[in-house]
C-alpha cells in the first residue's frame, strides 16, 4: 500500500467561478489562478502523485505553460489518473476536506463527491468529502481564500499475467 498526502490553497476574488471537486458551485466568489483553481481537485491530484513517488502538481502541470492555462480540473486529474494507470496503481480509497467559510458545502457534498469519483475512474464509495469552516478566522474565516486537504491510499495493480492466472 501507497499513501500520499495533498494541499492546495486559493485567494478568492470576486466575480470568478467557483469550481470544486469539477462541480460548479453559484458563489459571487472564486479562486484566483493560473488553472480553474479547484482546490479540492489540485489536493487530490498531489496527493496521488504523493502517493505515486511522482513529484507534485507544479512539476507536471507547470504554471504559465500554455497547455495547462485554464486546465480544468478533470483535465488534471485525467492526466495525473494516466499516470498512475502507467505506473500500475490503483486507488484504495481518497478521503479529503475542503476549507471554506462559503459556500455551505453540505448540501452539495454528495454530488462533488460522485463527480470527483468519476474524475478518479473509481465507484465514489472509495472517495469522502468533508468541508469545514474556520470559524471565522484567518484569511480562509474571512472568505478571503478557500483550501483543501487529501489523502489516498494506492495499490500496486497485480500484472496482466498475473490478472489473467487469478
Ligand atoms: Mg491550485
Known sequence: MRVGLGFDLHRLAEGRPLIIGGLPLAHPRGPVAHSDGDVLVHAVADALLGAAGLGDLGEHFPEGEP????????????????????????????DTVVLAEAPRLAPHREEIRRRLAELLRVDPARVNVKATTLEGLGPI????????QAVVSLRVRPSLDLEQDL
Not at 497547455?67 to 490503483?90: F, H, N, T, Y
Not at 474565516?141 to 483543501?148: H, L, R, V, Y
Request: glycine share 14%.
Open 67 to 94: 497547455e495547462w492555462k485554464d486546465a480544468s480540473g478533470s483535465r488534471i486529474l485525467g492526466a495525473v489518473m494516466d499516470l498512475l494507470d502507467a505506473a500500475g496503481l490503483a486507488i484504495r480509497n481518497v
Open 141 to 148: 474565516g474571512a472568505g478571503e481564500a478557500i483550501a483543501a
